[in-house]
Nanobody, 126 residues
């Protein structure tokens, strides 16, 4: 059973930075595509960023492009989301998700993921 644990959330002033981590256990991490999604109060969960199994492809929502960077360290079974120039509208619970098996399809779609973490809160104040 694959388990995902997010960390790194917190309270930050607008314009600041945070780095989220998603640590995976229980599976062949090097075969996982990993996505970051977020859900703000009263809103639907939305795609933020994703990285494919070998790190060769990265995807970003328009709302975070140029500010967020996704990366992975297979030696540590961890994916990172570096978030810079944070805005109050980035406030949400951030979830990481994994799709197994060298997946080559649409990493922007939440329905394609097999496993989800419990989420970490990010709050950006102005």
């Amino acid at each position: 059973q694959v388990q995902l644990v997010e960390s790194g959330g917190g309270l930050v002033q607008a314009g600041g930075s945070l780095r989220l981590s998603c640590a995976a256990s229980g599976g062949a991490f090097s075969s996982f595509g990993i996505g970051w999604f977020r859900q703000a109060p009263g809103k639907e969960r939305e795609f933020g960023a994703a990285i494919n199994w070998n790190g060769g492809s990265r995807y970003y929502a328009d709302s975070v492009k140029g500010r967020f960077t996704i990366s992975r360290d297979n030696a540590k079974n961890t994916v990172y989301l570096q978030m810079n120039s944070l805005k109050p509208e980035d406030t949400a619970v951030y979830y990481c998700a994994a799709v197994v098996g060298y997946y080559s399809g649409n990493l922007r779609a939440s329905g394609n993921y097999h496993y989800w973490g419990q989420g970490t809160q990010v709050t950006v104040y102005s």
